[in-house]
C-alpha cells in the first residue's frame, strides 16, 4: 500500500490560513493598516470599492521596503517583528506572525509599489492567488501602497458568504475605529465609492473621540486614570446619562491593541451599579498599559482575545478606578425613596425657629425636646377660613380606599392613585381592572408600547404618517457607521413622519418629527432608531420593526405617570384592539391576572 500522507503546495496551506486571518474585506483593511502603522507611517489612507468586493487600497508614507523586503513580505511566516520565541513576550508592534500578507495574496489579486527614503526609484510588486506576475522598478513615493481587488475571486464560496455592502461597510468602519482611537497622533482618512466617511487629523484622544463619534458624546465623557505597578489604565467612561440600550461605544485597549474582554466589562458596568436601569449600557473607551511579559496576546489569529497574568487585581483595580472618576466629576443623583402615605415629619430648621426656641449650644448638644416652643399665633390667623374653601366628598363607612384628592391633601392614604369605576392606577405603573376569572393587572408602560408599535408599523407599511414642522429645525450629527445605514433607512424615516436635510458631512437638519411625539428628544431618537436598525438585518420588513419599536419605547407613557379615569380606559381599550396584549413585540408580558381563588387563599 502506498504512502497516503503528503505535504500541501504552499498555494493551498495559505488559503487555509486565510480562512481564519481574512475573514472579510475588514479583515484585509485590519492587517493592513495596522502593518502601516508598525512602519511608522503619520498619514494613512484608505479607499474601498463595493465595500471591499472589488478593490481595497491602504496608501501611507511610512519607512517603505527595499525591493528584497517585498517580495519575501508575501511569503508564509516572513516578519520583520520577531526573531526568536522569546520575542513573543516583549511584543511592541500590532502584527508579528507573518501571516497576514501571504493570506491577503492567496484569496486576491495584489499590487504592492513601494520606496524607502534612501533609495531614488521603488518597486512594483503584483501577485495573483499567492503566484507572482511580475516584480520591476517603478516610480513612487515614499512608503507603501497596497491594491487589493477581487476578494476572494478564488474562494467562491467565501465570496458568495458576504454580507450586503452596507453591513460589509460598516464592519470595516467599526475594525478602522478600533485602530484610529489608539493613534491620535497619526492623520488617518476612509473613502467608499469616492465618498469620504472619516478625515481624522492627529491631536488628542479626546479630540479624536470626538470626530469619530461626534462633538455630543465629547461632554459626556469623564477621565479615568490610574497608574499603579501592575498596570496603567487611562482612557474615558460616559455620565450615567449617557447610557443607551444599544449602539454605546464601549472599547478596550492594551498596549495599543484592541481586545474584546467580557470579565472587564463587568467591572466597568459594576461601578455604576443602581446609576442605570437593567440593560442599559455606557460608552467607555479604557487603554490599559501593562507588562508584555504579564500578557499573552497569541491566543486567536485577531489577536482581539487576550490573557492576562493579574486579571483579579487589574480587575479590582479597573473596578475603583472608574468609581473614583464618577464619584469625582458626576453629581450623584439623589434616590427616591418611596414616601407615598408617610407621616408628615417636621424638619429642625435653625432660620424658622421664632426667638424664645431654644439654640443650639457651642458643643451641638442642642435637644428639641427639652423644653415647649411657644409659636406665634399670628401664623396660623385665617386657617378656618382657608379650611371651608376645600372641597368637601362624603365619607362611606367600611371603604377601605377613602376618597383622595388629585393632590393627595384629603383622605386616608391609598396604594391607588386614581379612581374609577372599572380601573384603579398602583404607584403610576399597573392598571388593575377586575375580570370574572380574578383580577387583571396591566404594565402601563408596556401596554402603550405594543399600541404605538403597531401603530406605527402600520404607518410604514401603509405611508399614512403625518409630519408635525418644526419651528426651530434642530442639528443631529450621526457617526460614520450611522451614516453608511441611513440611505437604505431613510425612506423609512420619511415614511413615518421624518424630514431630515444634508447640511454636509455626517450632519442633518430635523425640519419635521412624526405627529404625537412632542416633549421627546427627537435628537436621542434618530440615534436610537438608526442603533436599532444598524443591529438587525438588512430586510425592510426587520428595518420597520427595529424603527416602530425603537420609537414606541421613547414615545410610549413612562412608568410613574399618573392617569386618568378616562385615560386609563382608553388605554385599556387600545390594548385589546391590538393583535397581541399579551406580550410586547421584544416579547415582555404586558399582562397578568390573579386569579379569584389565589385572592381568597391570600385573604384566609
Request: a negative charge; one cysteine or more; hydrophobic letters at 40%.
Amino acid at each position: 500500500m502506498s504512502d497516503i500522507i503528503q505535504l500541501l503546495p504552499d498555494s493551498v496551506a495559505n488559503q487555509i490560513a486565510a480562512g481564519e486571518v481574512i475573514q472579510r474585506p475588514a479583515s484585509v483593511i485590519k492587517e493592513l493598516v495596522e502593518n502601516a502603522v508598525d512602519a511608522g507611517a503619520k498619514h494613512i489612507d484608505v479607499l474601498v470599492t463595493d465595500a471591499g468586493r472589488t478593490a481595497i487600497q491602504v496608501v501611507d508614507d511610512g519607512c517603505g521596503m527595499s525591493e528584497t523586503d517585498a517580495r519575501l513580505a508575501f511569503e508564509r511566516h516572513a516578519t520583520s517583528k520577531i526573531r526568536k520565541a522569546d520575542d513573543l513576550f516583549a511584543l511592541t508592534t500590532m502584527g508579528f506572525r507573518g501571516e497576514a500578507l501571504p493570506s491577503i495574496a492567496a484569496v486576491a489579486q495584489v499590487e504592492l509599489r513601494t520606496r524607502r527614503a534612501t533609495d531614488e526609484i521603488g518597486t512594483s510588486l503584483r501577485l495573483s492567488a499567492s503566484r507572482v506576475e511580475s516584480q520591476e522598478p517603478a516610480g513612487c513615493p515614499i512608503g507603501s501602497n497596497f491594491l487589493v481587488e477581487n476578494l476572494f475571486f478564488n474562494v467562491p464560496a467565501r465570496r458568495k458568504f458576504l454580507k450586503s455592502n452596507s453591513t460589509e461597510l460598516n464592519n470595516i468602519i467599526a475594525a478602522y475605529e478600533r485602530i484610529v482611537l489608539v493613534y491620535p497622533e497619526i492623520c488617518f482618512s476612509l473613502h467608499s465609492n469616492s465618498q469620504e466617511l472619516l478625515a481624522l487629523r492627529s491631536g488628542t484622544l479626546r479630540q479624536r473621540i470626538s470626530d469619530v463619534f461626534g462633538k455630543r458624546l465629547n461632554h459626556e465623557l469623564l477621565p479615568v486614570d490610574v497608574e499603579t505597578s501592575l498596570c496603567k489604565i487611562t482612557g474615558f467612561v460616559g455620565r450615567p446619562e449617557s447610557a443607551r440600550k444599544k449602539g454605546a461605544q464601549q472599547f478596550f485597549f492594551v498596549n495599543g491593541r484592541y481586545m474584546r474582554h467580557s470579565y472587564f466589562h463587568k467591572a466597568v458596568m459594576q461601578a455604576f451599579e443602581r446609576l442605570l436601569p437593567d440593560g442599559m449600557q455606557v460608552p467607555y473607551f479604557i487603554y490599559f498599559t501593562v507588562s508584555p511579559a504579564d500578557i499573552d496576546v497569541n491566543i486567536h489569529p485577531t489577536k482581539t482575545e487576550i490573557k492576562f497574568e493579574n486579571e483579579q487585581p487589574i480587575w479590582q483595580i479597573l473596578a475603583a478606578a472608574v468609581k473614583e472618576s464618577i464619584g469625582k466629576f458626576c453629581e450623584i443623583p439623589q434616590i427616591d425613596f418611596d414616601t407615598e402615605g408617610r407621616p408628615d415629619i417636621p424638619v429642625y430648621n435653625p432660620v424658622a425657629l421664632p426667638s424664645s426656641a431654644p439654640r443650639p449650644s457651642a458643643d451641638g448638644s442642642y435637644n428639641p425636646f427639652q423644653q415647649q416652643v411657644q409659636w406665634p399665633r399670628s401664623s396660623a390667623d385665617g386657617w378656618q377660613q382657608l379650611y371651608d374653601r376645600l372641597p368637601r366628598e362624603p365619607q362611606t363607612e367600611g371603604n377601605i380606599f377613602a376618597p383622595q384628592g388629585a393632590n393627595g391633601e384629603l383622605g386616608s392614604p391609598s396604594p391607588f392613585e386614581e379612581r374609577s369605576p372599572s380601573h384603579y392606577q398602583y404607584k403610576g405603573m399597573y392598571i388593575m381592572t377586575a375580570v370574572k376569572s380574578g383580577l387583571m393587572i396591566i404594565d402601563q408602560h408596556r401596554a402603550d408600547i405594543r399600541i404605538r408599535y403597531e401603530h406605527y408599523m402600520q404607518q410604514l407599511q401603509q405611508g399614512t404618517a403625518s409630519s408635525q414642522r418644526m419651528l426651530f429645525p434642530e442639528v443631529v450629527e450621526f457617526s460614520p457607521q450611522q451614516q453608511t445605514s441611513l440611505p437604505a433607512i431613510l425612506p423609512q424615516l420619511q415614511a413615518i413622519g421624518f424630514d431630515l436635510t444634508a447640511l454636509g458631512g455626517n450632519s442633518y437638519a430635523i425640519n419635521g418629527v412624526p405627529s404625537g411625539l412632542e416633549g421627546l428628544n427627537y435628537v436621542t431618537l434618530l440615534h436610537n432608531m438608526l442603533n436599532e436598525a444598524i443591529d438587525s438585518s438588512s430586510t425592510d420588513a426587520s428595518h420597520h420593526h427595529a424603527l416602530a419599536l425603537s420609537m414606541a419605547r421613547q414615545a410610549a407613557i413612562p412608568q410613574g405617570q399618573v392617569l386618568s379615569s378616562d385615560e386609563m380606559e382608553s388605554l385599556v381599550n387600545e390594548l385589546f384592539l391590538c393583535s397581541d396584549v399579551n406580550h410586547t413585540p421584544d416579547g415582555h408580558a404586558i399582562l397578568n391576572i390573579l386569579p379569584q381563588q389565589d385572592i381568597q387563599q391570600l385573604l384566609g
